[in-house]
């Protein structure tokens, strides 16, 4: 089954650090741009940034610029997405999603479950 497991969400407190995986099951990641979303309480769900096949990270949330940093592991099949400074604006649900080319990863994608991050004191 071709799928993507995430993980690595929790609490953290306001200006702390998060690690998020998106690792493949089913399939190889290492052809595939991830693109990373959010959806925070009542609102749509946006997208953050992707990150290409070529391992290149093009950040669309202004916000996120300076405090996110993705990689890969091609060995283990996972891209990270580490977050850093977080703060109140930050909760929400991430997801992962994988396709062919960041200009591809949307609704047709290959999607994890979602991982809450919670940020609070």
């Known amino acids: 089954q071709v799928q993507l497991v995430q993980s690595g969400g929790g609490l953290v407190q306001p200006g702390g650090s998060l690690n998020l995986s998106c690792a493949a099951s089913?399939?190889?990641?290492?052809?595939?741009?991830i693109g990373w979303f959010r959806q925070a309480p009542g609102r749509e769900r946006e997208g953050i940034l992707c990150?290409?096949?070529?391992?290149?990270?093009?950040i669309y949330e202004d916000s996120m610029k300076g405090r996110a940093t993705v990689s890969r592991d091609k060995a283990k099949d996972t891209v990270y997405l580490q977050m850093s400074s977080l703060t109140p604006d930050d909760p929400g649900v991430y997801y992962c999603?994988?396709?062919?080319?960041?200009?591809?990863?949307?609704?047709?994608?290959?999607w994890g479950q979602g991982t809450q991050v919670t940020v609070s004191s």
């Open positions: 999603a994988a396709d062919f080319g960041c200009h591809n990863v949307g609704q047709g994608s290959v």
């Open positions: 089913g399939f190889t990641l290492n052809d595939y741009a």
């Open positions: 990150f290409s096949e070529r391992d290149v990270t093009d």
